[in-house]
Every structure is written in structure tokens, then in C-alpha cells.
């Protein structure tokens, strides 16, 4: 018997399977019997059809086979396609809350940027074990209470590699009351009016990053610089001066291109990748450069590839440059700043942090800082310029030559002379 083999791409690569590798058995008769038959695979993976005999005639034949390959490549286009979500069996489910969510308009609105770990918030709920030994995701969405979601938030904080997630637990409740209020809206009849994950008590730890000093930022820059790491010492100095997020500096969203482009060759291209805003920074003025330091060190700084900051390996083979893992790098540094005896807070983020604080030492306005930071609004601007003893030096300084320029006596004058009137008119 002849066998007829399903095609991928139809009728024309099935002639030419036809046409080379045919496979036969004669039957009693002395004929030629023809079949068709999907693949194992397609077996596999749930294939309605089955094989089919086809009869002698080989025209016949090829015209069924043809037939029923357009069959099958309809069924394995209708099985990679997505399907109704509200027709599956977790249908009202936490799990199919979740993803309803992740299909709606509200999702459309978190950035490219936070969406892993949205997602791995959404993990770590869905994935967390119950008494009866399933998940939680399995769960219909009407049996999560208050009651539960206090116990969740309690374990969700016991970590494996350190003592307490407080911050990840607090993302998972806050992500998982933002899913369930979006979807309420839509499946009114199907989850919940009141959101369990609202009202949840959630624990806030005191500390805050401790800004690096503009000594400590460039400090830390010469102890990777010992340390061998040429390219990772440029991002203390990036994050200090630009203020840019140092993941985006690490996972090489910062390029060659960026600095120095042709069409604005005295100026550095920022994109905070949070926000999505554009910052174009001027290099220099006509009083001389902005960041004297940086520039110079970039262009000395080898160029291994089209990101700014990777990661040279090293070795007999020649291989090429990659960017730095995220944990890699903390890592490093830790090490680099031990070595140097710096002190524990100094991180790439605390340099960031650094560098807006010197904004508002500088006396810059809100604008100004926003201009500079990439920040949309005053109030996640003011998070990052923290208060320092420079700017209550200014402050006072500002309001002792207030007093001392007679604003002050002005002021009572006029203040006696409005109560004067006062008292008259009464």
C-alpha cells in the first residue's frame, strides 16, 4: 500500500512527497493500494482524523489526500490559535481572572518594563499551594475572602533564601487587587464586588535608599575600576550624573548610538524606560562641558559592542561581549566595595538616588529637576531629592538675609498700619 503523507504546506509538497520516497504494497490482486494517514505528532497532539484508505486509482486518491490535508492544516492552524478564554474549563477561576486581566484594555497600559514582574507576582499567587494539595489559581474566584487573602499575604512573606519578602509580598496583594477590580467591572455576575485583596494590612519597612554623596558615587566608579571592571565602573557615574535607572545602564538600553549621535554630537540620548520619557541631555555649554568626568572616561572607555557597559570575557577563545546579568552585577559591586572598604548602602541605585539629591541641593526648581530626571510628575520627582543639610543650610542662609534686609520690619509696618485702619473703621 501507497502512502499518501500529509502536508504541511498542502497539495504542492505533497505531490512532491508523491513523487520521490513512495512507499508501496501490492495487493493480492497484483494493484496498488493507496492510504493517507496524519502524522504521529499530530496523533500526539489530539488529531481527530485517522487514517484512511484511498482506494486504487491514483488520481482519486490524490485529490482525497489533497482534501483531507487541507483539513488537517485547518486543524493545526485552530490549535495554535488562541480560544475563548471564557470557554475553558478554569472559566471563573483565580487563574482565569488573572488572565482575563492580562487581555484587557488595563493591561495595555503597564509599561513593556514592569510587566515581568507583574507577571511574577501573579506567579507566586496563582502557584501557592492550598491544604487540599492544587493551587490556588484553581480556586473559584468567589471562594477567595478577606479571611483568606491575610493568610496569603502571611505566607507569600516566607522566603527560602531570606527570612522575609515583605516588598514582594506587598507587589503580589497590590497586583492582585488591581486584576480583581478590572475584572469585576467586566464579569459583574462572576467575581466578586468586594475585593478581598483590598483592605489587606500591608507591612512597610522604614528604611529608604541612603543617597551616595558625589565623593562616594566616584568612589565606588575607581573600585570596579581596580576591580577590573572597566565598562561596569562607567554606571555609578551614568546613574549619578544622568540619573538613569541603573537596569537599563546594566541590561544595555544605553548605547554607542545614544551618545554623541551624528545628528547631535554634544548631546547623550536618556530613555527611562519606566516612563518611556525621552531626555535629551546637552554635553556642553559654551562655558565648557556639563560632565567633564563622564565624557571623558566614555571616550576612553573600549567599545565592545553596540550597548556601552558588557561584559568582557575572558579566555584563550575569543568570544564575544555580553551584557551583564542583573544579580551578576550587584554581585560585583558588593565585592568591588568591600575591597575598597566603601560603606554597605553605596549601590548603583543609591547613586541615582545621589544624584537628584544633588538637583535640590543645586537649588533647582521642580522643573528643573523633572527636566533632567525624566520624572512626568513633581510628586515621583520629590521621592528621589531627599532633604539634606546643604539645602537647610541654604534655606536658613535665604531666610537670615531676609531678616537682615528689613523685609521683616517692612512687614510689621505694614501689618500695624492695616490694624490701625482696622480698629478706625470699627
Request: glycine residues 8%; contains cysteine; charged residues 30%.
Amino acid at each position: 500500500m501507497k502512502t499518501l503523507s500529509p502536508s504541511v504546506c498542502g497539495e504542492t509538497i505533497l505531490r512532491e512527497v508523491l513523487g520521490s520516497e513512495e512507499m508501496e504494497k501490492r495487493l493480492k490482486d497484483g494493484g496498488i493500494g493507496y492510504y493517507w494517514s496524519p502524522n504521529k505528532r499530530d496523533y500526539a497532539n489530539g488529531c481527530p482524523m485517522r487514517r484512511e484508505a484511498l482506494g486504487t486509482n491514483y488520481a482519486i486518491a490524490i485529490e482525497r489526500a489533497g482534501l483531507l490535508n487541507r483539513h488537517l492544516d485547518a486543524w493545526r492552524k485552530g490549535r495554535d490559535a488562541p480560544k475563548d478564554l471564557d470557554l475553558t474549563p478554569d472559566f471563573g477561576s483565580l487563574r482565569w481572572l488573572v488572565e482575563r486581566y492580562k487581555r484587557s484594555r488595563a493591561w495595555e497600559k503597564v509599561s513593556e518594563r514592569s510587566r515581568p514582574e507583574y507577571e511574577r507576582a501573579f506567579k507566586l499567587v496563582l502557584d501557592y499551594p492550598t491544604k487540599t494539595g492544587g493551587t490556588l489559581g484553581r480556586l473559584p474566584a468567589n471562594s477567595m475572602s478577606g479571611r483568606a487573602a491575610d493568610k496569603l499575604y502571611v505566607g507569600l512573606q516566607k522566603g527560602k533564601r531570606v527570612e522575609r519578602r515583605g516588598r514582594q509580598a506587598n507587589i503580589c496583594i497590590v497586583r492582585m487587587a488591581r486584576a480583581w477590580d478590572t475584572v469585576q467591572r467586566l464579569y459583574p455576575k462572576v467575581v466578586p464586588a468586594e475585593n478581598p485583596f483590598r483592605g489587606v494590612e500591608l507591612d512597610h519597612g522604614k528604611g529608604t535608599t541612603r543617597p551616595a554623596t558625589r565623593d562616594e558615587a566616584y568612589a565606588l566608579h575607581e573600585a570596579l575600576k581596580v576591580a577590573g571592571l572597566p565598562h561596569l565602573a562607567a554606571v555609578p557615574l551614568i546613574c549619578f550624573e544622568w540619573h538613569q535607572r541603573p537596569e537599563n545602564v546594566i541590561e544595555g538600553h544605553l548605547t554607542w548610538s545614544d551618545y554623541r549621535p551624528a545628528e547631535r554630537p554634544d548631546a547623550v540620548r536618556i530613555v527611562h524606560h519606566k516612563t518611556g520619557e525621552l531626555v535629551w541631555l546637552p554635553l556642553s555649554d559654551e562655558d565648557g562641558p556639563l560632565f567633564p568626568e563622564l565624557t571623558a572616561y566614555l571616550d576612553s572607555l573600549e567599545r565592545l559592542g553596540v550597548p556601552i557597559v558588557l561584559l568582557k570575557p575572558r579566555g584563550k577563545k575569543p568570544k564575544p561581549a555580553r551584557p551583564f546579568k542583573l544579580r551578576d552585577a550587584r554581585t560585583r559591586v558588593r565585592r568591588a566595595a568591600k575591597k575598597a572598604e566603601l560603606p554597605a548602602h553605596l549601590t548603583f541605585a543609591a547613586c541615582r538616588h545621589g544624584g537628584l539629591t544633588e538637583l535640590g541641593d543645586a537649588e533647582l526648581t521642580e522643573l528643573g529637576v523633572m527636566a533632567l530626571s525624566g520624572h512626568r510628575t513633581p510628586e515621583a520627582a520629590r521621592l528621589y531629592v531627599k532633604r539634606t543639610e546643604t539645602q537647610r543650610m541654604i534655606a536658613a542662609r535665604k531666610r537670615r538675609a531676609w531678616v537682615e534686609s528689613g523685609s521683616n520690619d517692612e512687614r510689621s509696618e505694614a501689618e500695624s498700619q492695616n490694624g490701625a485702619a482696622a480698629q478706625k473703621s470699627e
